[in-house]
């Protein structure tokens, strides 16, 4: 059983100017008044999803793409589960996002992580939203589009593995992940391991202070790329808990204009790549990349997966870790906000 939602007219701006009543909420207590305008497909916010946010419980958005595209198959399927063992473990409700048959699922069955896991699922971020839709078709969701759909849900956490960000030679390209400018007009905190050094680390960062993102260290004031617990960068601002994370979103919803935090939270250093090693198999990859003449959207698959194949499946299990960790930070916090409210 799922709550069928439909929002079109009801812009997420709603989730931050009503407070607590999250938008699904809204859909439905304005169902009549908002439908005549609502052209866009429901929203299938599963029951233990829903409860848990009717109820003021803690709740975690988890994306498809880093399982779709993200990781190798069945590795892939394990660590879907696994996310939302670790969040129910904690008391938390995970909802994992994806698109099946035209429909944003917020909260999946066990059968909706088996197709986002073996199903050659689409790559969706937000733009694609509607196409798929009106083709009822199917697609995993990146950071963007899963940080809308769950904006849209009235979540307000989302775990994630890495960013995406500004790629490499974009002054060229013009190859800018859509998660950044996502976020700045989504209000939710993302976690995660910085963002990957296929990216241009530094635009990555430049850009969120352009857009007005605020980044903060999770137990660190070094901003972390993904598999190496530091990069070069520093960041002006660090949390040591979980409940610091959540005054900030308390504040930012007073101060803000609806943008989201990004919580950066590096990998343990005993659990880190080798960072001679990683940096061989990056230029590896990288050079892979542009001898394939790989673009766009295909960029980000194609290195991740090359860089497990070229790494022996070394970075897998790293990915995997930075993951984990994220995914418990993300319920810390959320458990931290929904004490808040
Ligand atoms: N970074 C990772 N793992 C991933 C991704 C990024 O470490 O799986 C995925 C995420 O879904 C992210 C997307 O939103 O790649 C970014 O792709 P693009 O650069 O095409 O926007
Ligand atoms: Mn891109």
């Known amino acids: 059983m799922h709550a069928h939602v439909r929002i079109a007219a009801l812009h997420r701006a709603h989730a931050s100017t009503l407070g607590t009543t999250h938008p699904a909420q809204q859909g439905l207590t304005f169902g009549r008044g ?12 599963s029951d233990e ?16 793409t880093i399982i779709s595209h993200g990781l190798p198959r069945p590795r892939n399927h394990e660590a879907a589960i696994e996310f939302e063992t670790i969040l129910r473990d904690a008391g938390v409700t995970p909802a994992t996002i994806a698109i099946l048959d035209g429909v944003p699922h917020i909260g999946l069955d066990a059968d909706g992580v088996r197709r986002i896991a073996e199903d050659d699922l689409a790559k969706a971020s ?17 950071v963007a589009a899963t940080s809308h759909l769950a904006s849209l849900a009235g979540i307000r956490v989302f775990a994630t593995g890495g960013l995406g960000g500004v790629h490499r030679g974009a002054s060229e390209s013009f190859d800018e992940s859509a998660d950044i400018s996502t976020l700045a007009v989504t209000p939710i905190t993302v976690v995660s391991a910085g963002v990957k050094s296929v990216l241009d680390i530094a635009a990555t960062l430049e850009r969120l202070e352009t857009l007005s993102v605020p980044v903060v260290g999770f137990g660190t004031t070094l901003f ?22 959540a005054a900030i979103m308390r504040s930012q919803d007073a101060l803000g204009h609806g943008q989201g935090i990004v919580v950066a939270n590096p990998i343990p250093l005993d659990q880190q790549w080798d960072p ?41 299990e790293v990915n995997l870790d930075l993951a984990r960790n994220n995914v418990r930070v993300a319920g810390q916090i959320a458990t931290a906000w929904s004490a808040l409210a």
């Open 224 to 245: 972390p790329s993904f598999w190496l617990r530091e990069s070069s960068f520093t960041l002006d601002w660090a949390v040591d808990t979980a409940e610091e994370v």
């Open 276 to 316: 001679t090693e990683h940096d061989r198999v990056l230029g590896e990859a990288l050079a892979l990349a542009a001898a394939e003449g790989v673009t766009g959207k295909a960029v980000t698959p194609f290195l991740l997966l090359k860089i497990v194949e070229l790494s022996g499946g070394r970075s897998l």
């Open 126 to 142: 937000v733009r694609d939203l509607p196409i798929l839709a009106a083709r009822r078709a199917s697609a995993a969701t990146t």
């Open 49 to 64: 999803v829903a409860s848990a946010l009717a109820e003021n419980r803690p709740v975690v958005a988890l994306e498809s």
């Open 34 to 45: 908002y439908s005549e305008f609502m052209t866009s497909p429901a929203l299938s916010i």
